[in-house]
């Protein structure tokens, strides 16, 4: 679980909530169905209209990656490597076949496999980097949905409030009628400034380095296998190695 994302949720609604009490104001003055409304049901269609609908779905799957990011973590995947580098060292390349078939990591057995099927270390690169690149890909323009959301909201924001004025000018001659419609005009422009400010755009950029952090993994994971497939001294991979976690 990512604490971090927690307390900066959590102490974005305190600054808000705290500021806001401390003017003198309620809690009750910031919640406004409406406002909400307007500004997410339309921020969310906006960003469904210009996204392709598979590129849509990856981002909202991945936005649970803010609470709980990806498994890829560059001690324990360097820890695995130099366990195959000792086992294909005693036992040659075909004793990896069993730890390819039992490994959870996708990528890991994909890469495990080509080993065991005697493919060159050129052929592994290339397979392997193509399916790196191309996820990155994904994975990035997924997050730029969330860029989009932030940059939607604010304006969505200023339409509820132009539509709360709206519905202030055509009851002025209700005075009963004129708190309501004040009220959206204002929260809606609150809500959009702050769902943007507060969650979509740092979620997109959270979204962002995860992919990347994956994707180092990964190019650690790709110079592994090669020096397994080279016959390397795990003491060397190892050293070798380092210099990707030592740089994450």
Same mark, same amino acid.
């Given at each position: 679980?990512?604490?971090?994302?927690?307390?900066?949720?959590?102490?974005?609604?305190?600054?808000?909530?705290?500021?806001?009490?401390?003017?003198?104001?309620?809690?009750?003055?910031? /919640?406004?169905?409406?406002?909400?409304?307007? &500004?997410?049901?339309?921020?969310?269609?906006?960003?469904?209209?210009?996204?392709?609908?598979?590129?849509?779905?990856?981002?909202?799957?991945?936005?649970?990656?803010?609470?709980?990011?990806?498994?890829?973590?560059?001690? /324990?995947?360097? #820890?695995?490597?130099?366990?195959?580098?000792?086992?294909?060292?005693?036992?040659?390349?075909?004793?990896?076949? #069993?730890?390819?078939?039992?490994?959870?990591?996708?990528?890991?057995?994909?890469?495990?496999?080509?080993?065991?099927?005697?493919?060159?270390?050129?052929?592994?690169?290339?397979?392997?980097?193509?399916?790196?690149?191309?996820?990155?890909?994904?994975?990035?323009?997924?997050?730029?949905?969330?860029?989009?959301?932030?940059?939607?909201?604010?304006?969505?924001?200023?339409?509820?409030?132009?539509?709360?004025?709206?519905? &202030?000018?055509?009851?002025?001659?209700?005075?009963?009628?004129?708190?309501?419609?004040?009220? /959206?005009?204002?929260?809606?422009?609150?809500?959009?400034?702050?769902?943007?400010?507060?969650?979509?755009?740092?979620?997109?950029?959270?979204?962002?380095?995860?992919?990347?952090?994956?994707?180092? /993994?990964?190019?650690?994971?790709?110079?592994?296998?090669?020096?397994?497939?080279?016959?390397?001294?795990?003491?060397?991979?190892?050293?070798?190695? #380092?210099?990707?976690?030592?740089?994450?």
């Amino acid at each position: 679980m990512d604490i971090l994302s927690l307390i900066g949720v959590v102490l974005g609604f305190a600054a808000i909530i705290g500021g806001n009490f401390l003017e003198g104001g309620h809690v009750n003055a910031l /919640v406004n169905g409406p406002a909400a409304l307007i &500004v997410m049901g339309g921020t969310l269609g906006a960003a469904a209209l210009q996204t392709p609908k598979s590129v849509f779905l990856r981002a909202m799957r991945m936005l649970v990656w803010v609470i709980k990011p990806p498994q890829d973590d560059f001690e /324990v995947s360097l #820890k695995k490597i130099l366990e195959w580098a000792s086992t294909a060292r005693r036992n040659g390349l075909l004793g990896l076949e #069993k730890i390819a078939a039992n490994e959870p990591n996708q990528y890991a057995r994909k890469g495990l496999q080509l080993l065991v099927d005697g493919k060159e270390p050129e052929q592994i690169r290339l397979y392997m980097e193509l399916e790196l690149t191309s996820r990155e890909r994904r994975n990035l323009e997924a997050a730029k949905v969330y860029d989009a959301m932030g940059g939607y909201a604010p304006t969505i924001g200023i339409i509820g409030a132009v539509m709360g004025l709206i519905h &202030v000018m055509g009851n002025l001659a209700d005075p009963s009628m004129l708190g309501s419609g004040i009220a /959206v005009a204002f929260v809606s422009t609150i809500y959009g400034v702050g769902i943007a400010n507060l969650f979509f755009i740092p979620i997109a950029s959270k979204l962002r380095a995860y992919a990347r952090h994956e994707s180092h /993994v990964r190019e650690m994971l790709i110079e592994g296998l090669l020096s397994i497939a080279e016959g390397e001294n795990p003491r060397s991979i190892g050293e070798k190695l #380092k210099g990707f976690y030592e740089d994450a």
